[in-house]
């Protein structure tokens, strides 16, 4: 007995070194360079990119193999692995020409042929010739290279005119030939391009046609659309950059469709009411090139129609037409069956997007979903099968999954069963998907599925076992219900040593804008929430009314009162708050960026009695100030609507402001101008108000390295000083 009790003392106390040193081990904290400047050790692993499926039976995975970036064609069901191109093979003659492989080149469909760029000129190079071909040589600038179907044509703008070069030839021809400060042929205006074809477009606005014997393409006069100056304070002297940007009712830009027929190098414009002020974009060839659809949009932006056009002619018929007493937006992602059979379009005609099946002519042969719920995405139509893969998040509106569906809209079937948000590819056959996934508690994975949703193996698991040794506040969603009945989504962090007898302050971090989803079931690979939440300050997030969480039934509300929801909702959120014994009404912060800056900037003047402090980034101030494509769907023009945006201006309630507010901008901002902050000032100063305020010379919208340092460290000491009372201290 003597001997027992001789080693237990020495195993209590082995037990509790080891104990203490696994609470340690558990409670390390974030650092600020970690969060902030992505610095190691990194709590998530680097997911793989390009992965993309080569048929229906292999994916291509880029990888690293013997010391070189590779592309492995990896086999779905057995797992098994070939390398199907090693960079380092073809170092020898790439770089003779001083070019190099990387992960944004133009390949051919066989990945036998890539499109290289130096100095401002294109080169083919051949993996079966091992060879490099020079394409252009005139060293003039160049942009959105896109090769033809048939990948033996190269089409580009060139000094905005549109161009394309023959692969096999290298000759070069030119297709159009009136480009001048204010005209594009092929390249968008600043309008089209952030409002209606999307900054993933780069400004190209062509298309190719499936024959590759036709390229359709947007041809834009800029000169009815005002400039605004953007100055750059550089030198001695400065430099003004002009911009034709039109603000809430200015003229818009005039747009026309043209063809340009290759064969013949003749162009056919689309026969269209050219003093029509209206909006032409997102058009989709059919797959025999016989007709392509386009789109037009009214300037009230409540009417679109479809229009099929014979390229051959110009000559148009009406496809299909939509109306709503709100607003339409352009159908992006309009699927068109090889068979001629019709097309599917996504709409929220009835209040949450959902699949229509249309024949050629426009009937409705099937209305594929229905409900409160939307489909977000349409992943692959099945026309073999007649079957439509898609994601959408039917049963709760946090989350995100893939569905297929019947054509005659029979058999709707989830296939991912993970709550989480689900991001699917689906191979071409739609006999397996790669699903990156996360949810909000979990960092997620890329898992390969079956089509049954069947686990085939695990790609790449996105946590780094290290993260367990860190501190995590309790993150949750749950609802608050409004005094109208409204359930609106929220999250929080709590700090990880919560004490629900101690008072802690609130930090709503917001974006807000119409149609948008803050709130849902996934992780955040940035990992600032959980900083702020380790440091005392419950991070929150909500979504009101308007967001993507109620379909366009909600967002419809948002229609001619943008600003008025949102501070409602944000609002009664506050309420719910100061219901909690732990939360401190005096220190409820708000923050956000572009529409997110705007939602600030009313909360503390419209909302000054709730909100006590606030960063806002690159705002909108006034809606007269933003672009008139934006503006205009959601407000309609400045003269139709003046009420609306008297109420939705935080200039009309900058005197009810009583909290501090710290105003940050990019003085080059070329999409919310530096005009919005600068006015605010003048009303702030005119009214003996104190605030504070942040100018990032140069910076566009958003600050960019390196400057992001600086503005991330100001952010968080303005938390640390105003929110918990400290200064912050970079350790």
Not at 598 to 623: E, K, N, P, Q, R
């Amino acid at each position: 007995m003597k001997r027992i009790r001789n080693l237990f003392y020495p195993l209590l106390l082995l037990f509790f070194l080891i104990s203490t040193i696994e609470l340690t081990a558990q409670n390390k904290k974030l650092t600020f360079n970690q969060v902030y400047m992505f610095s190691e050790p990194r709590l998530l692993n680097q997911l793989p990119r390009n992965l993309v499926w080569f048929d229906d039976e292999n994916y291509l995975q880029q990888k690293r193999v013997e010391g070189s970036i590779a592309i492995v064609k990896v086999n779905a069901k057995t797992g098994n692995e070939e390398v199907f191109l090693k960079y380092s093979d073809y170092d020898e003659v790439l770089l003779e020409y001083e070019l190099t492989l990387d992960d944004n080149i133009l390949k051919t469909d066989d990945y036998k042929g890539f499109i290289l760029k130096k100095d401002n000129d294109f080169y083919f190079f051949s993996l079966t010739t091992k060879e490099v071909k020079r394409l252009t040589s005139d060293n003039s600038e160049k942009a959105n290279p896109v090769l033809s179907p048939d990948g033996k044509k190269l089409a580009y703008t060139k000094n905005r005119d549109l161009y394309y070069v023959d692969i096999e030839t290298a000759k070069e021809t030119r297709l159009t030939f009136d480009a001048s400060e204010t005209v594009y042929n092929g390249w968008a205006s600043w309008v089209y391009y952030e409002e209606i074809l999307g900054r993933s477009s780069n400004y190209r606005a062509f298309w190719w046609s499936p024959n590759s014997q036709m390229i359709a393409f947007l041809r834009t006069d800029d000169s009815p659309v005002p400039k605004f100056p953007l100055f750059k304070a550089d030198d001695v002297h400065g430099e003004l950059e002009w911009e034709h940007y039109p603000k809430a009712g200015d003229p818009n830009p005039n747009v026309k469709l043209g063809v340009a027929h290759l064969s013949d190098n003749n162009i056919v414009w689309v026969e269209e009411d050219e003093d029509a002020d209206q909006y032409t974009a997102w058009p989709f060839w059919t797959p025999d090139s016989k007709e392509l659809f386009y789109q037009v949009l009214n300037r009230g932006q409540d009417h679109l129609q479809i229009l099929a056009v014979n390229p051959a002619t110009g000559k148009n018929r009406l496809v299909y037409e939509e109306n709503q007493p709100s607003f339409v937006e352009f159908f992006e992602d309009i699927y068109i069956f090889n068979d001629g059979s019709g097309f599917i379009l996504r709409s929220d005609k009835d209040g949450f997007r959902h699949l229509y099946y249309y024949d050629m002519k426009g009937k409705l042969k099937a209305q594929l979903t229905k409900g409160d719920w939307s489909v977000t995405e349409i992943n692959l139509v099945d026309e073999k099968n007649k079957k439509v893969y898609f994601e959408g998040n039917k049963d709760n509106s946090l989350d995100n999954y893939l569905f297929a569906v019947n054509l005659d809209g029979s058999s709707l079937t989830k296939i991912t069963k993970a709550s989480a948000t689900h991001d699917a590819k689906v191979s071409k056959n739609g006999s397996y998907f790669i699903d990156t996934y996360s949810s909000l508690n979990d960092p997620g994975r890329i898992e390969l599925f079956n089509s049954k949703g069947e686990s085939i193996r695990l790609i790449a698991e996105r946590k780094n076992p290290i993260m367990d040794e860190y501190q995590f506040g309790k993150t949750e969603i749950f609802k608050i219900n409004t005094s109208d009945g409204v359930e609106l989504p929220a999250m929080w962090v709590l700090p990880p040593d919560f004490d629900p007898s101690k008072k802690y302050p609130v930090l709503f971090s917001v974006y807000g804008g119409p149609g948008v989803k803050d709130v849902k079931n996934a992780f955040s690979a940035f990992l600032n929430r959980f900083f702020l939440s380790q440091n005392g300050i419950i991070y929150f997030v909500v979504d009101h009314r308007g967001s993507e969480h109620f379909g366009k039934k909600g967002l419809a509300m948002m229609h001619r009162n943008l600003g008025k929801w949102e501070m409602n909702d944000y609002i009664e959120a506050v309420k719910y708050l100061r219901t909690l014994p732990f939360v401190d009404s005096t220190r409820i912060g708000i923050t956000g960026g572009s529409y997110g800056g705007y939602v600030t900037c009313m909360a503390l003047t419209y909302g000054a009695d709730y909100f006590t402090h606030g960063i806002a980034d690159y705002s909108v101030t006034d809606w007269h100030l933003y672009d008139n494509v934006y503006t205009e769907r959601y407000m309609d023009k400045p003269e139709e609507n003046p009420e609306g945006y008297k109420f939705g201006s935080a200039l009309t309630h900058a005197d009810k402001y009583k909290g501090y507010l710290l105003i940050t901008h990019g003085t080059l901002d070329d999409n919310v101008h530096m005009q919005n902050t600068i006015q605010l000032v003048d009303k702030f100063t005119s009214l003996d108000k104190d605030f504070e305020l942040m100018l990032y010379p140069n910076e566009r919208h958003g600050i960019g390295f390196p400057k992001w340092k600086h503005e991330r460290r100001e952010a968080v000491q303005f938390w640390f000083k105003h929110l918990l009372g400290k200064d912050f201290v970079n350790e």
